[in-house]
């Protein structure tokens, strides 16, 4: 009784504060809603009151994650998380970027945040969470909706410079040629949007560097993969290659998956003279759409990896408590941040700041203490204009809208009801000067940002001569634009290659020839290590162990898809990124040898530029010294691969699918902490299709937050689904809803469908 009475109120008429007019909450068989208002205003607080009925924990989570207060509401065993938020000291922040916004902003949020708390308030019980943990929610605060955009900010950047870092402590010791060979800005599986793919740099000559003379007996951790990127895909086409001349937009936003998901579909009307009518997906904790249609545009995003975040390489002031600046010495400014504890003394966290951010307080850099720059700890890293998309005409007008906003930034891919397409950076981007932006630096003697760049600065595609563009986390540019965007370790191109190539074997679309493009899960980045594994494995060499001769005859036989049932493809993977650790490893271990055995290393995304270079080439001088030739080295990977699977699983080789260890993981973050039950807050443990490398990029925790497929004026016929559902609630109706279209690629509608339940908020006129 008492789970049941925290499920919302779905039909009836409720009388709330703060509302102008009556607004009208239809909501689909799915859960789906249809808010419509006469007002903006009364739309952000409907908005909010739909959040707060059935996504009130998730975002108490988010908001917490970001300002590091988890511990107040868990307990002890967050205190290690919360200090690495709190770092960031965004509560504070967030104080900062309120003080700047527009009233009209201002009084969006705060009639967003009533509304919350009027939908948590019309719950019969609290949050079943909160009986969980035995504690009670908190209201939401108009600031908070600043600290969920923290959050992703946390999720979708380098939020403590690591890549530099890590990149810096290779650059300290390996020479100059390998080092840049090691960490290209780019390889021949480009597929940029402008700019051509790039060549593989020569191997360094035997005077160099050799690994002939390297001694090293430590072995690297076994592991059988890289955790995905936690990037997306998204393109567009004109009008000219679609039967109504609309151009279609396409997103999957890749990001980390739990239950609920990160997103919650709606649509929101405002009825009037100044009328609005858009549809997609908000995030919880804001009152707008994040990424969709508005009838006349759409738009949607994936993460540019460019450089966003660098590390700045502190230099000690002639006396004790200061540092350089291009204006003199400097103090430290100290900040004691103060967690609360459930069940425990509060704990003090101590941050020192510099004028260009915090200082690291878990690495040791040879060069000094290193500072993080970062344009989430700017003012200027958050604002609201992506509310103005809401009311744009036109692909130019989203685009001029997309340079002013102020978000983690994001590739920006939009097409309007004309047909027109175009692509730019959404978000701000600080100007640099005279600096390695690869590379921790020294801006003591002058300033590496030089404030922001202005609208008209950032690079752009519009209308390109193809009609099409595309975007996936890959390079997406080059020359000056990609000097002005940077890198921040974007990924390697044969995901947004996949997709250019599928996009230009047809010459006209409808959306659900963008699904089939989304849900591509053919291993065509691994057709080449199968090719080179096979003729590893040559006849001599499987005569002589049934193992490897049974891991050869699933190779020769395999399905060339990261499908569940795929044995040769799980084989092929493990094969490429073994060899992969042990290279790496060998061409590191000068730096381990600098630094210590537990140093912080960082493999580039391109990496497999070098890679492929060493295993085709097979210079002796990059071989390690335990091997007499590439062949043995590359034998021997087969054999830990195979040693791997005995040790972990019982039967054959032929039982090791992918299906094995591509398992939903989609949990809902109390499962595991109630007995028996807990299990039934979770998506099924179902093997899912998908991989690295493909366009649909699928872990067992990760994947695609959304996909859809829209063109703008003609949503009717435009598909979009979403996992877990709108709800987390185990006993509402639309717990789970459209998961499994999820993971079966089923298309469903891009607009919510008829009514079933209507629930109407009235003006309390006392």
Request: charged share 25%.
């Amino acid at each position: 009784l008492g789970l049941r009475a925290s499920l919302p109120q779905l039909d009836g008429e409720v009388s709330v504060a703060g509302l102008i007019s009556p607004v009208s909450v239809e909501r689909d068989a799915d859960g789906i809603p249809v808010l419509t208002a006469s007002n903006r205003k009364d739309l952000a607080f409907a908005t909010g009151y739909v959040h707060g009925q059935d996504r009130f924990f998730q975002m108490d989570l988010i908001r917490r994650q970001a300002a590091g207060e988890l511990s107040a509401l868990v307990g002890a065993a967050a205190i290690g998380v919360d200090k690495r938020n709190r770092f960031h000291r965004f509560r504070t922040r967030a104080k900062s970027v309120w003080d700047r916004a527009t009233d009209q902003d201002k009084s969006l949020l705060e009639v967003y945040a009533a509304g919350v708390n009027d939908g948590l308030q019309s719950l019969s019980a609290r949050p079943f969470e909160y009986f969980v943990l035995g504690s009670d929610p908190t209201p939401w605060q108009a600031q908070d909706s600043l600290l969920v955009m923290y959050a992703m900010y946390m999720q979708l950047n380098d939020a403590r410079a690591s890549k530099e870092v890590r990149r810096g402590l290779a650059h300290n010791v390996l020479p100059e040629e390998v080092y840049r060979w090691m960490y290209p800005q780019g390889t021949p599986w480009d597929a940029a949007i402008m700019g051509e793919p790039r060549a593989v740099a020569p191997i360094p000559s035997a005077r160099v560097f050799s690994l002939r003379d390297v001694t090293d007996d430590a072995e690297p951790a076994r592991e059988q993969g890289r955790y995905p990127l936690r990037g997306s895909n998204n393109w567009a086409v004109s009008g000219e290659l679609t039967a109504n001349g609309r151009a279609i937009v396409s997103n999957d936003m890749h990001l980390g998956l739990n239950n609920p998901n990160i997103y919650y579909q709606a649509r929101l009307i405002v009825t009037g003279p100044d009328s609005l009518d858009v549809t997609g997906v908000t995030l919880p904790g804001g009152p707008f759409v994040v990424a969709g249609s508005n009838s006349q545009v759409a738009w949607g995003y994936t993460n540019s990896y460019g450089d966003w975040t660098d590390a700045v390489v502190i230099k000690p002031g002639a006396m004790d408590g200061t540092y350089r600046t291009p204006e003199g010495d400097r103090a430290f400014e100290t900040y004691v941040e103060v967690i609360n504890v459930k069940g425990g003394d509060p704990v003090e966290y101590v941050v020192r700041e510099t004028i260009w951010g915090p200082i690291l307080d878990d690495i040791e850099y040879p060069d000094g203490e290193v500072a993080v720059s970062w344009i989430a700890h700017k003012p200027e890293g958050i604002n609201l204009r992506i509310l103005d998309l809401e009311r744009v005409t036109s692909v130019g007008e989203a685009l001029d809208v997309a340079n002013t906003m102020s978000m983690p930034p994001q590739n920006f891919v939009t097409g309007d009801a004309g047909g027109n397409i175009g692509w730019t950076i959404a978000g701000q981007i600080p100007r640099k000067t005279g600096f390695d932006a690869m590379l921790p630096a020294d801006w003591s003697e002058e300033h590496g940002w030089q404030g922001w760049l202005t609208p008209d600065e950032y690079p752009r595609v519009v209308n390109p001569e193809s009609g099409r563009i595309w975007t996936a986390n890959a390079r997406v540019v080059d020359a000056e634009a990609l000097r002005v965007i940077g890198d921040g370790s974007y990924d390697l191109g044969a995901r947004a290659r996949q997709i250019r190539d599928g996009l230009f074997a047809k010459d006209m679309f409808a959306p659900e020839d963008m699904l089939a493009i989304q849900y591509d899960d053919r291993a065509l980045f691994l057709s080449r290590w199968r090719e080179l594994l096979l003729q590893v494995l040559d006849e001599d060499v499987v005569s002589r162990d049934p193992d490897l001769a049974e891991y050869r005859g699933l190779v020769d036989h395999w399905i060339p898809r990261a499908i569940p049932e795929s044995v040769g493809y799980r084989l092929v993977r493990a094969f490429r990124l073994e060899v992969e650790r042990r290279v790496f490893y060998a061409l590191m271990a000068p730096v381990r040898e600098r630094f210590g055995a537990n140093v912080p290393l960082r493999l580039s995304n391109q990496f497999e530029a070098a890679l492929w270079a060493l295993v085709t080439e097979q210079p002796l001088h990059m071989l390690p010294q335990d091997y007499d030739s590439w062949q043995a080295f590359l034998v021997a990977a087969v054999e830990e691969n195979i040693s791997y699977f005995h040790e972990r699983y019982d039967g054959p080789l032929s039982e090791r699918t992918w299906g094995e260890v591509n398992t939903a993981a989609i949990r809902h973050p109390l499962s595991g902490n109630i007995p028996l039950v807990g299990q039934y807050l979770d998506m099924p443990a179902e093997p899912l299709n998908g991989d690295l490398d493909m366009p649909k990029a699928q872990g067992p925790a990760f994947g695609a937050s959304e996909r859809f497929s829209v063109s703008p004026g003609d949503e009717e016929n435009s598909i979009l689904h979403m996992p877990t559902g709108q709800s987390a609630h185990p006993l509402s109706d639309f717990f789970g809803r459209g998961h499994d279209d999820w993971v079966k690629g089923r298309p469903n509608a891009f607009l919510p469908g008829e009514p079933v339940h209507t629930l109407t908020l009235t003006p309390d006129r006392r």
